[in-house]
């Protein structure tokens, strides 16, 4: 339990698309604090015009994401304990994506990338048809089902080295969200989600580092999403590809 | 050629070079340990078309496999534009290609 005389120095990143810094903040330790509690606090007692996200605080809407100690979270699911052993803290916007202000980044180009990336579902049947029964005991369920709790908050895409030095890459999030779509039998476009997942700045560009894999909060696989759209790649190629 | 049919194209070339590369591997090992002078190896790969075929079918793997992975490494580390990666990459091929095959038919014995 933490001594109430505890203090945390916490460093932040303070500034806009342009120019920054880390400012450093003395914030007290309290039990259960987690990182977005810190964030909070330096926002009410020091820096009123710190700008952050956050809506739900409990690991759900995925919009509080952000640096801490140079690795991305949910920073409303870490515990201060758990990642500043020392009593120190690095708090700053999520990375590969540019700064709006304060620790507030872009998620312009991640959201595009989906698209990008064929991630748009597209239905075949009309209202006055009955509803698409899936066999959820499928292979191809199955496949979903492990990378449909993504929630787009950009932790992956901010732990993938390649997105920071690929730009046409389009990242874990948006491949995943294709793998998805290429696992279910209601989505008609097949076709052109292969070939944009398959595309310039697609799968081929990954490099299978698994970063985004390690990072992922709700525990998805980007790297094996990845992996699977290789393979049905080449077994639509081969002809071989099963539905 | 889109990028699918490239990535395609580098798999399948890289699985008819993996159990070629290991015996390529063996051979060197073998020639060199077994202390072979130069013309018992030449010999021995004119001796039958086996050597020619399995190396020409390596040179044309190779010819394919390198040039897609150099062109992915070089759009990934140079600002070289897409067409002067593409460039680089068919003449990197087309080299690897040339030499190759005249290594092939330089130990295939069938110019003498």
């Known amino acids: ?243 | 050629m889109s990028e699918a049919r490239l990535f395609v194209l580098q798999r399948l070339s890289a699985l008819v070079m993996a159990p070629m590369v290991l015996l390529h591997l063996g051979v060197i090992l073998y020639a060199t340990r077994a202390g072979l002078s130069a013309e018992a190896i030449l010999a021995r790969t004119g001796s039958t078309p086996l050597w020619p075929v399995f190396y020409t079918l390596f040179v044309l793997a190779v010819a394919v496999h390198v040039p897609i992975g150099l062109r992915n490494v070089l759009r990934e580390w140079t600002s070289l534009g897409r067409a002067g990666v593409n460039a680089i990459a068919i003449g990197f091929g087309a080299i690897s290609l040339l030499l190759g095959l005249r290594a092939v038919w330089a130990v295939s014995g069938w110019a003498s």
Not at chain 1, 76 to 98: E, F, Y
Not at chain 1, 99 to 113: G, N, Q
Not at chain 1, 133 to 157: F, L, M
Not at chain 1, 192 to 213: E, F, I, K, V
Request: glycine share 10%; proline share 4%; charged share 25%.
């Open chain 1, 1 to 243: 339990m933490a001594d109430s005389n505890e203090t945390l120095t916490v460093r932040l990143w303070r500034g806009d698309a342009t120019e920054g810094d880390y400012h450093t903040f003395t914030v007290p330790r309290r039990e259960n604090q987690t990182v977005l509690d810190v964030v909070t606090e330096i926002q009410r007692r020091h820096a009123p015009d710190l700008a952050y996200r956050f809506a739900c605080r409990v690991g759900v809407c995925g919009s509080c994401a952000m640096m801490v100690n140079d690795t991305p979270r949910w920073t409303c699911r870490t515990h201060v304990s758990k990642v500043a052993g020392d009593g120190t803290l690095t708090v700053g916007p999520l990375r590969n994506m540019p700064v709006i202000r304060d620790l507030v980044a872009d998620m312009t180009e991640f959201f595009d990338k989906w698209q990008k990336a064929g991630g748009r579902f597209q239905g075949s049947r009309t209202r006055a048809e009955p509803m698409a029964e899936v066999d959820t005991t499928s292979k191809a369920r199955r496949h979903a089902d492990a990378s449909i709790e993504c929630i787009n908050c950009g932790v992956c895409y901010a732990a993938c080295d390649v997105v920071g030095w690929d730009k046409d890459y389009l990242g874990p999030a948006a491949l995943t969200r294709a793998w998805t779509l290429l696992n279910d039998t209601r989505h008609a476009d097949q076709r052109g989600t292969l070939d944009r997942a398959m595309d310039q700045g697609g799968c081929g560009s990954c490099h299978t580092q698994g970063n985004c894999m390690r990072a992922c909060p709700v525990g998805i696989s980007p790297t094996g999403a990845i992996a699977g759209i290789k393979r049905m790649s080449l077994l639509d190629f081969l002809g071989m590809r099963g539905r």
